[in-house]
Antibody, heavy 122, light 112 residues
Framework: QLQLQESGPGLVKPSETLSLTCTVSGGSISSSSYYWGWIRQPPGKGLEWIGSIYYSGSTYYNPSLKSRVTISVDTSKNQFSLKLSSVTAADTAVYYC??????????????WGQGTMVTVSS | QSALTQPASVSGSPGQSITISCTGTSSDVGSYNLVSWYQQHPGKAPKLMIYEGSKRPSGVSNRFSGSKSGNTASLTISGLQAEDEADYYCCSYAGSSTSHYVFGTGTKVTVL
């Protein structure tokens, strides 16, 4: 059974870079039917899509975050990562990684990690 | 790209049916049959309940159904049960030239 697990620091200082990794287990990140994505949820608020990546390295990002976001993939480790630069308190949120089915699959975020809380504070 | 609009809260008694609306625009909900719905219990990760507007993943109860008319998608929960009390979010593909994916504002479902 495919599982996703986020990891990374729970506390980041303002103006620094937030870095998270999602490890995929029970299946290959190199499947042709899926992208892999990051979604965040500020405390008490709704979900926001951050961006997604294909195993080949093809990426697309939320335009509102694009200037600060980099998503990368390491197929040898079955992992993909998120970097968000110049963070402020507004970036405090639970960050989820998720599998995104594409054409021929669900066309939806069908498997999610448990989420990891990241607080931006000095 | 603005978030899709959902009612803040919807409530119903056990056994009743409720419907949650998700209103977008002709650039997202109206253009693609790619609306998905997620259930989120407090402190938990979202769970996919409906994809491609009306399809249920394996293991999701047939009490959950989805539909779309124009720029508005809907999630109906029939035979409401206590465990259905949760937050629900819609999500739509919005095209490769825009935000790609946009989520709804979220709806709190309360079972009375």
């Amino acid at each position: 059974q495919l599982q996703l697990q986020e990891s990374g620091p729970g506390l980041v200082k303002p103006s620094e870079t937030l870095s998270l990794t999602c490890t995929v287990s029970g299946g290959s990140i190199s499947s042709s039917s899926y992208y892999w994505g990051w979604i965040r949820q500020p405390p008490g608020k709704g979900l926001e899509w951050i961006g997604s990546i294909y195993y080949s390295g093809s990426t697309y990002y939320n335009p509102s975050l694009k200037s600060r976001v980099t998503i990368s993939v390491d197929t040898s480790k079955n992992q993909f990562s998120l970097k968000l630069s110049s963070v402020t308190a507004a970036d405090t949120a639970v960050y989820y990684c998720a599998r995104l089915g594409i054409v021929g699959a669900t066309n939806a975020f069908d498997i999610w990690g448990q989420g990891t809380m990241v607080t931006v504070s000095s | 790209q603005s978030a899709l609009t959902q009612p803040a809260s919807v409530s119903g008694s056990p056994g009743q049916s409720i419907t949650i609306s998700c209103t977008g625009t002709s650039s997202d909900v109206g253009s693609y049959n790619l609306v998905s719905w997620y259930q989120q219990h407090p402190g938990k990760a979202p769970k996919l309940m409906i994809y491609e507007g009306s399809k249920r993943p394996s293991g999701v109860s047939n009490r959950f159904s989805g539909s779309k008319s124009g720029n508005t998608a809907s999630l109906t929960i029939s035979g409401l049960q206590a465990e259905d009390e949760a937050d629900y979010y819609c999500c739509s593909y919005a095209g490769s030239s825009t935000s790609h994916y946009v989520f709804g504002t979220g709806t709190k479902v309360t079972v009375l």
